[in-house]
Protein backbone atom coordinates (compact mmCIF):
# COMPACT_ATOMS: atom_id res chain seq x y z
CA UNK A 1 0.00 0.00 0.00
CA UNK A 2 1.30 3.64 -0.55
CA UNK A 3 2.30 5.86 2.35
CA UNK A 4 -0.43 6.56 4.98
CA UNK A 5 1.00 9.84 5.30
CA UNK A 6 -1.15 12.54 3.87
CA UNK A 7 -3.98 15.37 5.08
CA UNK A 8 -7.19 13.51 4.45
CA UNK A 9 -9.26 12.64 8.29
CA UNK A 10 -9.44 8.62 6.90
CA UNK A 11 -5.77 8.77 7.99
CA UNK A 12 -6.01 10.54 11.37
CA UNK A 13 -9.41 9.50 12.46
CA UNK A 14 -8.90 6.09 15.13
CA UNK A 15 -10.40 4.60 17.72
CA UNK A 16 -10.01 5.61 21.27
CA UNK A 17 -11.35 3.17 23.90
CA UNK A 18 -10.87 3.19 27.83
CA UNK A 19 -11.87 0.15 29.95
CA UNK A 20 -11.29 -0.90 33.54
CA UNK A 21 -14.57 -1.83 35.67
CA UNK A 22 -14.39 -0.11 38.42
CA UNK A 23 -12.35 2.66 37.73
CA UNK A 24 -13.22 4.03 34.14
CA UNK A 25 -17.22 4.34 33.47
CA UNK A 26 -18.86 2.41 31.32
CA UNK A 27 -20.66 4.72 29.20
CA UNK A 28 -20.31 3.11 25.70
CA UNK A 29 -19.92 5.32 22.51
CA UNK A 30 -19.80 9.04 22.86
CA UNK A 31 -20.00 11.92 20.82
CA UNK A 32 -17.17 13.87 22.22
CA UNK A 33 -13.52 14.75 20.64
CA UNK A 34 -10.63 13.05 21.93
CA UNK A 35 -7.12 13.66 20.76
CA UNK A 36 -3.80 11.60 20.83
CA UNK A 37 -2.49 14.90 23.56
CA UNK A 38 -5.12 13.67 25.89
CA UNK A 39 -3.87 10.56 26.63
CA UNK A 40 -0.42 11.15 28.41
CA UNK A 41 -3.04 13.81 31.31
CA UNK A 42 -5.65 11.02 31.68
CA UNK A 43 -3.45 8.33 32.42
CA UNK A 44 -1.75 10.56 34.80
CA UNK A 45 -5.29 11.76 36.58
CA UNK A 46 -6.07 7.73 36.40
CA UNK A 47 -2.69 6.68 38.38
CA UNK A 48 -2.75 9.89 40.52
CA UNK A 49 0.17 11.97 39.37
CA UNK A 50 0.02 15.37 40.27
CA UNK A 51 2.93 16.21 38.72
CA UNK A 52 1.78 16.63 35.26
CA UNK A 53 2.72 20.08 33.66
CA UNK A 54 -0.16 21.72 31.58
CA UNK A 55 0.06 20.84 27.81
CA UNK A 56 -1.95 20.71 25.08
CA UNK A 57 -3.82 17.54 26.40
CA UNK A 58 -6.43 17.77 28.08
CA UNK A 59 -7.86 14.87 31.23
CA UNK A 60 -10.44 12.92 29.41
CA UNK A 61 -12.46 12.93 32.65
CA UNK A 62 -16.33 12.34 31.33
CA UNK A 63 -14.56 8.25 31.35
CA UNK A 64 -13.23 8.62 34.74
CA UNK A 65 -15.05 6.83 38.08
CA UNK A 66 -15.19 9.77 40.71
CA UNK A 67 -12.74 8.57 43.43
CA UNK A 68 -11.68 5.69 41.41
CA UNK A 69 -9.79 3.18 43.41
CA UNK A 70 -6.22 3.60 41.83
CA UNK A 71 -5.11 0.71 39.66
CA UNK A 72 -1.80 -1.05 39.85
CA UNK A 73 -1.52 -1.33 35.91
CA UNK A 74 -1.99 1.13 32.94
CA UNK A 75 -1.85 -0.60 29.62
CA UNK A 76 -1.48 1.75 26.65
CA UNK A 77 -1.91 -0.83 23.76
CA UNK A 78 -2.00 0.70 19.98
CA UNK A 79 -3.14 -1.45 16.82
CA UNK A 80 -0.69 0.49 14.72
CA UNK A 81 -2.38 1.15 11.15
CA UNK A 82 -5.58 0.14 13.16
CA UNK A 83 -7.40 3.52 12.39
CA UNK A 84 -11.05 3.98 11.78
CA UNK A 85 -10.71 3.31 7.85
CA UNK A 86 -9.05 -0.16 8.39
CA UNK A 87 -11.81 -0.89 11.00
CA UNK A 88 -14.42 -0.24 8.76
CA UNK A 89 -12.72 -2.05 5.59
CA UNK A 90 -12.36 -4.96 8.20
CA UNK A 91 -16.25 -4.76 9.63
CA UNK A 92 -16.01 -8.30 11.15
CA UNK A 93 -12.58 -8.84 12.28
CA UNK A 94 -13.19 -7.16 15.49
CA UNK A 95 -15.52 -8.44 17.69
CA UNK A 96 -13.76 -8.30 21.01
CA UNK A 97 -12.90 -4.32 20.45
CA UNK A 98 -16.42 -4.10 19.64
CA UNK A 99 -17.58 -5.54 23.49
CA UNK A 100 -15.05 -3.27 24.91
CA UNK A 101 -16.35 -0.13 22.58
CA UNK A 102 -19.52 -0.80 24.76
CA UNK A 103 -18.41 -1.66 28.10
CA UNK A 104 -15.74 0.61 28.66
CA UNK A 105 -15.61 4.51 27.34
CA UNK A 106 -15.32 4.88 23.22
CA UNK A 107 -15.10 7.92 21.30
CA UNK A 108 -16.64 8.20 18.16
CA UNK A 109 -14.35 11.60 17.62
CA UNK A 110 -10.80 10.33 18.14
CA UNK A 111 -8.17 11.74 16.18
CA UNK A 112 -4.58 11.99 16.33
CA UNK A 113 -4.45 15.69 15.76
CA UNK A 114 -1.90 16.35 13.84
CA UNK A 115 0.01 15.57 10.36
CA UNK A 116 2.17 13.37 8.77
CA UNK A 117 -0.11 10.59 9.93
CA UNK A 118 2.93 7.84 10.44
CA UNK A 119 4.42 6.17 13.57
CA UNK A 120 6.87 8.04 15.27
CA UNK A 121 5.34 11.21 15.60
CA UNK A 122 1.99 9.98 16.63
CA UNK A 123 3.87 7.51 19.51
CA UNK A 124 5.98 10.20 20.81
CA UNK A 125 2.46 12.91 20.96
CA UNK A 126 0.44 9.48 22.92
CA UNK A 127 3.47 9.86 25.45
CA UNK A 128 4.13 13.47 25.84
CA UNK A 129 0.60 15.05 25.49
CA UNK A 130 2.55 17.46 23.34
CA UNK A 131 2.66 18.09 19.50
CA UNK A 132 4.98 16.88 17.09
CA UNK A 133 6.19 21.05 17.23
CA UNK A 134 6.91 20.52 20.08
CA UNK A 135 8.54 17.25 21.06
CA UNK A 136 10.36 17.06 18.01
CA UNK A 137 9.58 13.58 16.29
CA UNK A 138 8.05 14.91 13.04
CA UNK A 139 8.14 12.34 11.19
CA UNK A 140 9.56 8.94 9.76
CA UNK A 141 12.76 10.97 8.62
CA UNK A 142 13.65 14.06 9.62
CA UNK A 143 16.27 16.65 8.53
CA UNK A 144 19.30 16.81 10.87
CA UNK A 145 21.58 19.69 11.56
CA UNK A 146 23.75 18.42 8.91
CA UNK A 147 21.34 18.29 6.27
CA UNK A 148 20.98 14.75 6.18
CA UNK A 149 17.78 13.23 6.59
CA UNK A 150 17.38 10.30 9.15
CA UNK A 151 15.49 8.19 11.73
CA UNK A 152 14.55 10.73 14.66
CA UNK A 153 15.37 7.60 16.65
CA UNK A 154 18.79 6.85 14.73
CA UNK A 155 20.85 4.08 16.92
CA UNK A 156 17.78 3.88 19.28
CA UNK A 157 18.53 6.94 20.62
CA UNK A 158 15.32 8.92 22.11
CA UNK A 159 17.50 12.79 22.17
CA UNK A 160 15.71 13.70 19.65
CA UNK A 161 12.68 13.86 21.67
CA UNK A 162 12.67 16.62 23.08
CA UNK A 163 9.80 16.91 25.81
CA UNK A 164 9.58 14.50 28.54
CA UNK A 165 7.11 11.47 28.61
CA UNK A 166 4.16 11.22 31.46
CA UNK A 167 6.84 7.85 32.35
CA UNK A 168 9.93 10.23 32.25
CA UNK A 169 8.35 12.34 35.00
CA UNK A 170 6.50 9.92 37.26
CA UNK A 171 8.82 7.37 37.69
CA UNK A 172 11.42 9.33 39.34
CA UNK A 173 8.69 10.78 41.43
CA UNK A 174 8.12 7.46 43.01
CA UNK A 175 11.74 7.00 43.01
CA UNK A 176 11.97 4.52 40.31
CA UNK A 177 9.53 2.13 42.17
CA UNK A 178 7.06 2.11 39.04
CA UNK A 179 7.83 -0.60 36.58
CA UNK A 180 8.13 1.14 32.92
CA UNK A 181 7.31 -1.12 30.07
CA UNK A 182 7.32 -0.78 26.28
CA UNK A 183 6.84 -3.88 23.99
CA UNK A 184 6.88 -3.06 20.64
CA UNK A 185 8.97 -3.73 17.58
CA UNK A 186 10.75 -0.33 16.15
CA UNK A 187 12.51 2.40 18.09
CA UNK A 188 9.93 4.73 16.85
CA UNK A 189 7.79 3.36 19.79
CA UNK A 190 10.40 4.70 21.91
CA UNK A 191 8.10 7.71 21.91
CA UNK A 192 5.80 6.00 24.36
CA UNK A 193 7.90 5.81 27.54
CA UNK A 194 10.54 8.25 27.22
CA UNK A 195 14.48 8.38 27.60
CA UNK A 196 15.00 5.78 30.04
CA UNK A 197 18.36 6.10 31.76
CA UNK A 198 18.92 9.89 30.24
CA UNK A 199 15.62 11.10 31.71
CA UNK A 200 16.31 13.26 34.31
CA UNK A 201 16.63 10.52 37.78
CA UNK A 202 15.32 8.20 35.16
CA UNK A 203 16.65 4.59 35.37
CA UNK A 204 16.36 2.43 32.39
CA UNK A 205 13.03 1.24 31.93
CA UNK A 206 11.89 -1.85 29.75
CA UNK A 207 12.20 -1.36 26.07
CA UNK A 208 11.25 -4.79 24.72
CA UNK A 209 11.54 -4.62 20.90
CA UNK A 210 11.01 -7.59 18.69
CA UNK A 211 12.81 -7.78 15.91
CA UNK A 212 11.56 -10.18 12.84
CA UNK A 213 12.72 -13.65 13.79
CA UNK A 214 11.53 -12.71 17.65
CA UNK A 215 14.25 -11.75 19.14
CA UNK A 216 14.50 -8.82 21.58
CA UNK A 217 16.89 -5.81 20.73
CA UNK A 218 17.95 -1.89 21.42
CA UNK A 219 19.81 0.10 23.00
CA UNK A 220 21.05 -1.33 26.11
CA UNK A 221 22.84 1.48 27.14
CA UNK A 222 19.39 3.46 27.90
CA UNK A 223 17.14 0.87 28.22
CA UNK A 224 16.82 -2.72 29.76
CA UNK A 225 16.10 -5.33 27.31
CA UNK A 226 14.69 -8.37 28.44
CA UNK A 227 16.04 -11.24 26.36
CA UNK A 228 13.40 -13.14 24.11
CA UNK A 229 14.99 -15.76 21.58
CA UNK A 230 12.11 -16.03 19.43
CA UNK A 231 13.07 -19.54 17.96
CA UNK A 232 10.84 -22.02 19.27
CA UNK A 233 7.87 -20.18 20.55
CA UNK A 234 7.44 -18.23 17.26
CA UNK A 235 7.96 -21.28 15.27
CA UNK A 236 5.31 -23.38 17.12
CA UNK A 237 3.18 -20.30 16.25
CA UNK A 238 3.54 -20.47 12.73
CA UNK A 239 3.07 -24.14 12.96
CA UNK A 240 -0.46 -23.56 14.03
CA UNK A 241 -1.16 -20.90 11.65
CA UNK A 242 0.32 -23.24 9.06
CA UNK A 243 -2.22 -25.86 10.49
CA UNK A 244 -5.24 -23.47 11.01
CA UNK A 245 -6.66 -24.18 7.58
CA UNK A 246 -6.38 -27.75 7.80
CA UNK A 247 -3.45 -28.17 5.49
CA UNK A 248 -0.04 -28.51 7.00
CA UNK A 249 1.81 -27.12 3.65
CA UNK A 250 3.49 -24.68 5.34
CA UNK A 251 1.38 -21.74 3.97
CA UNK A 252 -0.89 -19.34 5.26
CA UNK A 253 -3.40 -17.23 2.67
CA UNK A 254 -1.09 -18.72 -0.20
CA UNK A 255 2.24 -17.18 1.09
CA UNK A 256 5.23 -18.91 2.70
CA UNK A 257 5.02 -18.94 6.50
CA UNK A 258 9.19 -19.72 6.57
CA UNK A 259 9.83 -16.55 5.12
CA UNK A 260 10.52 -14.69 7.42
CA UNK A 261 8.77 -11.20 6.40
CA UNK A 262 5.47 -13.38 5.60
CA UNK A 263 5.59 -15.06 9.40
CA UNK A 264 6.11 -11.14 10.57
CA UNK A 265 3.24 -9.93 9.04
CA UNK A 266 0.84 -12.83 9.86
CA UNK A 267 -1.17 -13.85 12.80
CA UNK A 268 1.50 -16.24 13.88
CA UNK A 269 3.47 -13.14 14.82
CA UNK A 270 0.78 -11.39 16.71
CA UNK A 271 0.17 -14.29 18.87
CA UNK A 272 3.65 -14.56 19.59
CA UNK A 273 4.00 -11.36 20.44
CA UNK A 274 0.82 -11.71 22.58
CA UNK A 275 2.56 -14.53 24.26
CA UNK A 276 5.92 -11.90 25.23
CA UNK A 277 3.25 -9.58 26.66
CA UNK A 278 2.03 -11.59 29.09
CA UNK A 279 5.27 -13.35 29.94
CA UNK A 280 6.87 -9.99 30.48
CA UNK A 281 4.03 -9.10 32.79
CA UNK A 282 4.49 -12.22 35.10
CA UNK A 283 8.31 -11.57 35.17
CA UNK A 284 8.36 -7.92 36.16
CA UNK A 285 5.48 -8.42 38.39
CA UNK A 286 3.74 -5.75 36.54
CA UNK A 287 0.99 -4.74 38.39
CA UNK A 288 1.43 -6.54 41.29
CA UNK A 289 2.13 -3.81 44.23
CA UNK A 290 0.38 -0.90 44.97
CA UNK A 291 2.29 1.91 43.21
CA UNK A 292 1.31 2.15 39.51
CA UNK A 293 3.02 0.40 36.94
CA UNK A 294 2.62 1.72 32.75
CA UNK A 295 3.03 -0.58 29.81
CA UNK A 296 2.93 0.25 26.48
CA UNK A 297 2.08 -1.80 23.59
CA UNK A 298 2.56 -1.71 19.91
CA UNK A 299 1.02 -4.28 17.89
CA UNK A 300 2.72 -3.97 14.20
CA UNK A 301 1.26 -6.56 12.39
CA UNK A 302 -1.55 -4.70 10.92
CA UNK A 303 0.01 -2.01 9.89
CA UNK A 304 2.90 -4.21 8.28
CA UNK A 305 0.05 -6.02 6.23
CA UNK A 306 -1.47 -3.37 5.13
CA UNK A 307 2.13 -2.10 3.26
CA UNK A 308 2.64 -5.79 2.07
CA UNK A 309 -1.15 -6.94 0.73
CA UNK A 310 -2.81 -3.71 1.00
CA UNK A 311 -5.95 -2.00 3.40
CA UNK A 312 -8.66 -4.24 1.70
CA UNK A 313 -7.08 -7.32 1.97
CA UNK A 314 -8.14 -10.50 3.62
CA UNK A 315 -4.75 -11.16 4.78
CA UNK A 316 -5.17 -7.74 6.91
CA UNK A 317 -8.64 -9.03 8.02
CA UNK A 318 -7.13 -11.87 9.08
CA UNK A 319 -4.21 -10.04 10.97
CA UNK A 320 -7.05 -7.92 12.72
CA UNK A 321 -8.81 -11.12 13.90
CA UNK A 322 -5.95 -12.51 15.18
CA UNK A 323 -4.87 -9.13 17.01
CA UNK A 324 -8.76 -8.84 18.53
CA UNK A 325 -8.13 -12.44 19.36
CA UNK A 326 -4.44 -11.38 21.40
CA UNK A 327 -6.95 -8.27 23.08
CA UNK A 328 -9.67 -11.21 24.64
CA UNK A 329 -6.34 -12.90 25.72
CA UNK A 330 -5.37 -9.84 27.71
CA UNK A 331 -8.25 -8.51 29.11
CA UNK A 332 -8.50 -12.34 30.37
CA UNK A 333 -4.69 -12.51 31.58
CA UNK A 334 -4.77 -9.05 33.56
CA UNK A 335 -8.01 -9.88 35.10
CA UNK A 336 -6.18 -13.19 36.36
CA UNK A 337 -3.13 -12.02 37.20
CA UNK A 338 -3.68 -8.43 38.30
CA UNK A 339 -7.23 -8.78 39.42
CA UNK A 340 -10.15 -6.94 38.74
CA UNK A 341 -10.78 -3.00 39.16
CA UNK A 342 -7.22 -3.42 39.46
CA UNK A 343 -5.96 -2.22 35.92
CA UNK A 344 -7.24 0.07 32.93
CA UNK A 345 -6.78 -0.15 29.23
CA UNK A 346 -6.84 2.21 26.99
CA UNK A 347 -6.84 0.96 23.38
CA UNK A 348 -5.75 3.39 19.91
CA UNK A 349 -4.32 3.52 16.63
CA UNK A 350 -1.71 5.87 15.22
CA UNK A 351 -2.96 6.16 11.66
CA UNK A 352 -5.98 4.48 9.42
CA UNK A 353 -4.33 3.03 6.15
CA UNK A 354 -3.80 4.36 2.38
CA UNK A 355 -5.93 2.35 -0.28
CA UNK A 356 -4.37 1.59 -3.67
CA UNK A 357 -4.56 4.42 -6.47
CA UNK A 358 -6.68 2.19 -8.32
CA UNK A 359 -8.80 1.71 -5.86
CA UNK A 360 -9.11 5.56 -4.44
CA UNK A 361 -9.17 7.24 -7.85
CA UNK A 362 -5.97 8.62 -6.41
CA UNK A 363 -2.80 9.35 -8.35
CA UNK A 364 0.96 9.07 -5.68
CA UNK A 365 2.63 11.83 -6.43
CA UNK A 366 5.98 11.49 -8.36
CA UNK A 367 8.52 13.24 -5.07
CA UNK A 368 11.85 12.99 -7.43
CA UNK A 369 10.14 14.94 -9.85
CA UNK A 370 8.33 17.53 -8.53
CA UNK A 371 11.28 18.79 -6.72
CA UNK A 372 13.10 18.57 -9.78
CA UNK A 373 10.14 20.65 -11.58
CA UNK A 374 10.24 23.22 -8.69
CA UNK A 375 14.18 23.58 -8.86
CA UNK A 376 13.84 23.80 -12.84
CA UNK A 377 11.45 26.54 -12.51
CA UNK A 378 12.94 28.37 -9.34
CA UNK A 379 16.53 27.28 -8.95
CA UNK A 380 18.39 29.52 -11.78
CA UNK A 381 21.55 29.42 -9.46
CA UNK A 382 24.84 26.89 -10.60
CA UNK A 383 25.96 25.78 -7.01
CA UNK A 384 24.69 22.31 -7.14
CA UNK A 385 22.61 22.87 -4.22
CA UNK A 386 19.00 22.06 -4.91
CA UNK A 387 16.19 24.51 -3.24
CA UNK A 388 13.81 22.15 -2.75
CA UNK A 389 15.88 19.06 -1.29
CA UNK A 390 13.66 16.02 -1.00
CA UNK A 391 9.61 15.36 -1.26
CA UNK A 392 7.99 13.29 0.56
CA UNK A 393 5.01 12.25 1.55
CA UNK A 394 5.15 14.47 5.06
CA UNK A 395 6.15 17.42 2.94
CA UNK A 396 8.67 19.17 0.84
CA UNK A 397 12.10 20.17 2.27
CA UNK A 398 13.23 23.61 0.95
CA UNK A 399 17.02 25.03 1.94
CA UNK A 400 15.96 28.58 2.57
CA UNK A 401 19.54 29.82 2.01
CA UNK A 402 18.84 28.71 -1.75
CA UNK A 403 15.33 30.98 -1.45
CA UNK A 404 17.51 33.48 -0.63
CA UNK A 405 20.24 33.10 -3.33
CA UNK A 406 17.52 32.95 -5.93
CA UNK A 407 15.73 35.51 -4.60
CA UNK A 408 12.85 33.47 -4.36
CA UNK A 409 9.76 33.32 -1.58
CA UNK A 410 7.98 30.41 -0.56
CA UNK A 411 4.70 31.80 -0.98
CA UNK A 412 5.61 32.10 -5.19
CA UNK A 413 6.91 28.64 -5.34
CA UNK A 414 3.53 27.66 -3.49
CA UNK A 415 1.17 29.59 -5.93
CA UNK A 416 3.55 27.80 -8.76
CA UNK A 417 2.78 24.50 -7.00
CA UNK A 418 -1.00 25.12 -7.26
CA UNK A 419 -1.24 24.60 -11.24
CA UNK A 420 0.56 21.57 -10.89
CA UNK A 421 -1.25 18.95 -12.70
CA UNK A 422 -0.78 14.88 -13.00
CA UNK A 423 0.76 15.23 -16.67
CA UNK A 424 3.72 17.52 -15.55
CA UNK A 425 4.40 14.97 -12.74
CA UNK A 426 3.94 12.35 -15.23
CA UNK A 427 6.98 13.09 -17.03
CA UNK A 428 5.86 11.76 -20.61
CA UNK A 429 4.74 8.17 -19.16
CA UNK A 430 1.29 7.11 -19.79
CA UNK A 431 -1.12 7.62 -16.96
CA UNK A 432 -2.41 4.73 -15.04
CA UNK A 433 -5.82 3.66 -16.54
CA UNK A 434 -8.09 4.63 -14.07
CA UNK A 435 -6.55 8.45 -14.34
CA UNK A 436 -6.89 8.22 -18.11
CA UNK A 437 -8.37 11.19 -19.19
CA UNK A 438 -7.98 13.22 -16.45
CA UNK A 439 -4.33 14.19 -16.85
CA UNK A 440 -5.06 17.79 -16.51
CA UNK A 441 -6.05 17.76 -12.80
CA UNK A 442 -4.47 19.38 -10.05
CA UNK A 443 -2.51 18.03 -7.85
CA UNK A 444 -3.24 20.05 -4.96
CA UNK A 445 -5.98 21.70 -3.21
CA UNK A 446 -3.77 24.20 -1.33
CA UNK A 447 0.04 24.58 0.14
CA UNK A 448 0.52 25.21 3.42
CA UNK A 449 3.52 27.40 4.17
CA UNK A 450 5.62 25.86 7.55
CA UNK A 451 1.92 24.60 8.55
CA UNK A 452 0.52 28.13 8.58
CA UNK A 453 -0.37 30.05 6.05
CA UNK A 454 -1.90 28.50 2.79
CA UNK A 455 -2.00 28.94 -0.53
CA UNK A 456 -5.30 27.50 -1.57
CA UNK A 457 -6.42 26.19 -5.22
CA UNK A 458 -10.16 28.09 -5.03
ZN1 LIG B 1 2.08 3.27 12.34
Request: hydrophobic share 40%; with cysteine.
Amino acid sequence: MPPHTGPWDFLTDVPLVAFGPGIIRSRGEIERLARMVDLAPTAAEVIGFDGWPQRAGRVLDEALVPNAPTPRLVVTLVWDGGGDNTLEAHPKSWPYLARLMNRGTSWLEMTIGSTPSNTPPIHATLGTGAWPSSHGIVGVKHRAEDGEFVDPYVDVDPANLETTTLADLYDPSESNVPEIALVGVTPWHLGMIGHGATAAGGDADVALLLDDAGQSWGNAALYEIPVVEGGAALEQKATALDAADGKQDREWAGHPVDETDVLYSSPAFVAFQQQVIEDHIVEKDLGVDEVPDLLYVNMKQPDDAGHKWGATSSEVGAVLRSTDDALRRLVRFLNTIVGPERWVLFLTADHGQMLYPHQSGGYAIGGTKLANDVNTRFDKTDDGLPLVERVTAQGAYVDFDQLKTNDVALAQVARWLVDYTVRRNLNGDPPPDHLLGREDELLFDGILIRGRKAVLNC
